[in-house]
């Protein structure tokens, strides 16, 4: 293979260094809010549970405004979509640092979260725009900042607190907001005019936004009468989101004849899986170890760190390995380390724990989780006309949103069934739970393996 064929042309470079910026910001922002919450409820005078909406408020606005992304890509370009949500989400982080009350914040928070659901598909769909079959490399070493967010995070919230009040965790948005915008509006090729704008659905958005806000929430509240209601609800509002969808076809906001095509659907369902596993990892990981094997909070955190520092040295070799053994085996073979990482866990808890094993499973898992996401999101990409991206980018996000809250609630209901009480329990309670996370890391294995071997690009039309 030539030099020119394998290399990357310097703008993908420039819109990747762009594309990362924002989901860095908002990794950073979330993690600080979610350590600083206490914190923030203190300040104002607030109960843990008012403050909890922080955090609610934001995800559920942000899964609002999800669906309008493809519709608003089409209509005003990536480009101009980019730097409006970018400078809304740093307008709202002054927003967020001036509030003086509960109240003000969380609607700060909220208008934050829908200039948030904006701007989170765009890395992906940027660079495959751009990318073309380089999608895989680009895509492994400009993840890699985003996953310095978690990490970055609980650190810079403590220095945060330590010298000043905690409005200044969101002001230091401020000055990479206007990096992030500057850079955007000289780096990102302009926006080709799109021939044809299709008319707003409004049926569509009244149909699904509602929907995955309902589904979400009563994810999260499965337990109590009323989020069983709102579950039910949104199973409603989305079913007859998928019928008028298939009645609309490419006038839809979503388009969902997209998953007729084989490799955008399977891609999809192995991106589902691989992000519910994730999630529901964050879930038991921590509550076996804390809970069940009597850890300090400090102590289990160390051994988790295992999970990001794997995370963190696959992801820059993902694209490397993709481009040499394609995408079905990297992602599968991920999947299946992951796989394999977790049931030392389920072994753990019928016989007896081990903090070399913990660590060793653990960066384990992290390394296979890194490999299976890139692949499977190039393949998902590399299989739908450039001019369809943007249908395609919302409606991969959605697939990889709503997988997190539905493992962890069915994880959580096991955990809730198997324990008495969630905060004391013993090792040998945690089996069923482990078992249900090993199973959905074989389906996302066999997920994987449906994958095509290799990228093909394809046609423009």
């Not at 079913?239 to 609309?248: E, M, N, P, V």
């Not at 995408?327 to 394999?340: N, Y």
């Not at 990889?400 to 609630?409: D, E, K, L, N």
């Not at 013993?426 to 290799?454: C, K």
């Amino acid at each position: 293979m030539s030099e020119k064929s394998t290399s990357v042309d310097a703008l993908v470079w420039k819109v990747a260094i762009v594309a990362v910026i924002g989901p860095f910001m908002t990794q950073i922002d979330s993690t600080v809010v979610n350590v600083s919450l206490s914190a923030i409820s203190h300040s104002l005078d607030s109960s843990i549970a008012t403050a909890q909406w922080i955090v609610s408020g934001y995800l559920l606005a942000m899964t609002l405004m999800l669906p309008l992304n493809g519709w608003l890509v089409d209509r005003i370009g990536a480009k101009h979509l980019y730097l409006v949500g970018f400078s809304g989400f740093t307008l709202a982080s002054v927003l967020c640092g001036a509030s003086q009350t509960m109240t003000e914040l969380i609607c700060a928070r909220a208008f934050q979260g829908l200039m948030g659901g904006l701007l989170a598909p765009m890395t992906q769909m940027m660079i495959a725009r751009v990318a073309g079959k380089n999608m895989a490399r680009v895509m492994g070493y400009a993840t890699l900042p985003i996953l310095l967010g978690p990490i970055l995070g609980p650190v810079l919230a403590g220095a945060v607190l330590a010298h000043t009040t905690w409005s200044w965790l969101f002001y230091l948005n401020v000055p990479v907001g206007i990096l992030g915008v500057g850079l955007a509006a000289r780096l990102l090729p302009a926006d080709t005019v799109s021939s044809q704008r299709r008319p707003f659905d409004f049926v569509g958005f009244a149909l699904i936004s509602p929907g995955l806000v309902t589904l979400i929430y009563g994810l999260q509240n499965a337990s109590s009468v009323s989020g069983g209601c709102l579950l039910l609800a949104g199973c409603v509002f989305l079913a007859g989101f998928l019928l008028h969808s298939l009645r609309q076809g490419n006038s839809a906001l979503i388009d969902v004849r997209i998953f007729a095509d084989r490799t955008f659907s399977v891609a999809a369902v192995t991106q589902f899986f691989a992000n519910g596993m994730m999630f529901g990892r964050q879930l038991v990981v921590p509550l076996y170890l804390i809970a069940g094997c009597r850890l300090s909070a400090a102590h289990a955190g160390s051994l988790i760190a295992a999970t990001g520092i794997g995370m963190m040295c696959s992801f820059p070799l993902t694209g490397f390995l993709t481009e040499r053994y394609g995408c079905r085996k990297v992602a599968a073979g991920g999947a299946l380390l992951a796989f394999l990482s977790t049931l030392t866990f389920l072994w753990m808890t019928a016989h007896q724990f081990s903090a070399t094993w913990a660590v060793v499973s653990l960066f384990l898992a992290g390394a296979g989780q890194g490999t299976i996401s890139i692949p499977s999101i190039s393949a998902a990409y590399s299989s739908i006309p450039k001019a369809r991206l943007p249908v395609a980018n919302t409606a991969l996000n959605i697939a990889q949103r709503i997988s997190g809250p539905m493992a962890t609630t069915l994880l959580a209901v096991i955990i809730s069934l198997t324990t008495q009480s969630p905060k004391i329990a013993e090792p040998r309670q945690f089996v069923m739970a482990f078992a249900m996370l090993s199973g959905l890391h074989l389906l996302a294995f066999v997920a994987a393996l449906l994958l095509p071997l290799r990228i093909q690009r394809a046609a423009e039309a």
